[in-house]
């Protein structure tokens, strides 16, 4: 018998690996626990979005704004990081296993959800091309203990299909 939830959320790189952090921002050793333990408690399966700064500029980087971000070159990477996720997030709804939430982190040039993150932004234009709309969601790192039960208040109002406010 097959156990799937069939509910899947897509996670900020640093929330799973602080490691990807720009050097002194990091808020804990590995991963944001709190944050983990709620989509495990309500069996939401995460994929775990590739960090663009990362890959753009290394671990080296020194912390920069978004504007800093927003050129051609990053836009093309995180709207190719876009498209692959959207790819897999479409092969996912054909066999009923729903997107339902987008989890970002506030103040990130790249994926702030109320700042409008570059990769953010790129992500919500390749779903909405593929007709996924989904709750996007950012975890403030400095009031996690808030952030984290209005994501489980929220799950647990509506197990099925829940909804999250930016």
Not at 23 to 40: D, K, N, P
Not at 99 to 118: A, M, Q, R, T, Y
């Amino acid at each position: 018998m097959d156990k799937r939830g069939k509910r899947l959320a897509l996670v900020a790189h640093c929330i799973l690996n602080q490691n990807s952090r720009v050097f002194g921002l990091a808020e804990e050793a590995g991963i944001i626990c709190e944050v983990l333990e709620v989509f495990m408690r309500n069996n939401v399966g995460i994929i775990q979005m590739p960090c663009p700064e990362l890959a753009y500029a290394g671990l080296s980087r020194a912390p920069k704004t978004r504007e800093q971000y927003d050129n051609l070159e990053f836009r093309s990477l995180c709207k190719k990081i876009a498209e692959e996720l959207t790819k897999q997030i479409s092969e996912y709804k054909q066999h009923g296993i729903m997107l339902k939430v987008v989890v970002g982190v506030d103040g990130s040039p790249s994926c702030g959800v109320k700042n409008n993150g570059i990769f953010i932004e790129e992500l919500r234009l390749a779903l909405d091309k593929v007709g996924v709309s989904t709750p996007f969601f950012e975890i403030d790192l400095k009031r996690l203990k808030e952030s984290v039960a209005q994501i489980e208040k929220l799950i647990k109002q509506n197990n099925s299909s829940f909804k999250l406010e930016a």
